[in-house]
């Protein structure tokens, strides 16, 4: 990369948290971490390019990590980020210095909104998915007679959840199974049309499921949800992140995440997403300082959280650069390259494998769930990690199997290697 080159992608990769003007010094530490990847682009599985990519982490060499479903490396821009930040607070804790904070938050927030093709007053920065799902569910006005329909794969915050405040308020929650496996997106919506009578006030999704790896039609469902006047909760758990995703596209009501998976962002921050005209009737279930100036400010009202870790949700904006800087579309692309990849291999190197998750990348994400008659998955997961240094996971139930997410650190070497272990073991 020449100088030219490289200084106007530092200038890109500064610019939204310099442009707040906090620590200019912890962030220009932090800048000479971030390696410079991205000379003249590539094609998504140009493996000289990814390896680029993988040396912005500080993975441990000879290790695959195959469970960004459940948590993710941060890139060095972030992780510096963040201690450079939080070390900021630790050396200066005057009102006066933590002051400046709330500018990189609202940096953040902005990034964060461009990223997901959201406006700023729609987005929460959160603990997590968990706390966006329930901030939803809770700040739901419903009662007897009314009725939410869910997926029976939603994640417990999005499932258990909404039981438990159907014994408190009374209304009642009808649980949607898809067909196993799904063949077209059609067949996966009708279910959950077929479940919508007048009754429904809200349906709550998830964008792809991580017990079997499913991806449902979401732009399909919301616009016929939409159309009957029934609100809409999306959770983005395993799509923030990984899937180039527009929301006011999708045409949700409600959308969440965790920066922590798939966004490799700092831990335990998230997002909320909340339609503008939403917020007003969405209670807040947490109201503490600084309520009376977010209340009428679209989705910051559901911030009102008490002290935060304002290093980690700052560095929340330092991620959107990271990803940015690469193309959330080439990380799309290369995320359903790599699962691509490993759905074939694992065809062609373990005899007998069967896919929970659909081998049609139009049905599904960047999650792949399998099993083998001769596999069981807890002693499996194992050996491959003490055996093969391979992580990922296993999952239960109906879709009992290995769960492996790999995401943009990993290489397709890394997944023919992954193939064979698994072959070892059946
Ligand atoms: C679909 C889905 N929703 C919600 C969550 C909860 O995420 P967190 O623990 O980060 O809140 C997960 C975690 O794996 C998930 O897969």
């Known amino acids: 990369m020449n100088s030219l080159a490289r200084r106007d992608f530092v200038g890109r990769v500064l610019g939204g948290v310099a442009a707040a003007t906090v620590a200019p010094s912890a962030i220009a530490r932090a800048s000479e971490r971030w390696r410079e990847p991205l000379p003249s682009l590539t094609a998504p ?23 960004a479903a459940n948590l993710a490396p941060s890139p060095y821009a972030v992780s510096d980020t963040v201690a450079d930040l939080t070390r900021e607070i630790d050396r200066e804790m005057s009102q ?9 938050r609202e940096a953040a927030r902005t990034g964060l909104a461009e990223f997901l093709g959201a406006e700023a007053d729609e987005i929460a920065i959160t603990r997590n998915t968990s706390e966006s ?3 939803v569910l809770n700040g739901l006005t419903l009662g007897r007679g009314d009725e ?21 308020y009374g209304f009642t929650v009808i649980k949607v199974k898809t067909p196993p496996p799904p063949t077209t997106a ?15 006030r809200v349906l709550a999704v998830t964008h792809v499921s991580s017990s079997s790896g499913v991806g449902l039609p979401v732009k399909e469902l919301c616009a016929a949800a939409r159309q009957r006047g029934v609100l809409t909760l999306v959770d983005g758990a395993q799509t923030f992140g990984s899937q180039s995703v527009n929301l006011h596209d999708m045409g949700c009501d409600f959308y969440t995440g965790s920066a922590h998976k798939w966004f490799m962002g700092p831990r335990e921050t998230g997002v909320l997403y909340v339609r503008k005209e939403r917020a007003a009737s969405l209670w807040a279930s947490v109201v503490g300082v600084g309520w009376d100036g977010a209340k009428d400010r679209g989705a910051r009202k559901f911030e009102s959280l008490g002290q935060r870790d304002d290093g980690a949700v700052s560095a929340v904006g330092r991620t959107v650069e990271f990803h940015n800087a690469i193309g959330r579309d080439r990380i799309d692309a290369r995320v359903r390259a790599l ?9 062609e190197k373990v005899p007998g494998v069967q896919f929970h998750t659909p081998v049609d990348a139009t049905l599904s994400g960047g999650i792949v769930i399998f099993t083998q008659p001769n596999l069981d998955p807890g002693p499996a997961a194992t050996a491959l990690y003490e055996k093969h240094q391979i992580t990922c996971a296993t999952t239960g139930g109906e879709f009992r199997g ?14 023919d290697r992954a193939a064979d272990a698994v072959a070892t073991l059946v």
């Open 148 to 168: 939410v329909v869910i997926w029976d794969q939603n994640h417990p915050t999005n499932n258990v959840a909404w039981d438990v405040r159907a014994e408190r």
């Open 402 to 415: 290995l769960r492996f997410a790999p995401h943009i650190y990993v290489s397709l070497q890394e997944l």
């Open 339 to 347: 699962a691509a990849h490993l759905k074939t291999r694992l065809k």
């Open 45 to 67: 599985d140009d493996e000289a390019y990814w390896k680029m990519v993988r040396d912005q982490f500080p993975i441990r060499p000879g290790y695959t990590f195959l469970n």
């Open 186 to 200: 059609a067949a996966l919506a009708a279910p959950f049309l077929a479940a919508v009578t007048p009754r429904t």
């Open 96 to 104: 006066q210095n933590r002051s400046r904070f709330p500018a990189l």
């Open 133 to 135: 799902n329930n901030t």
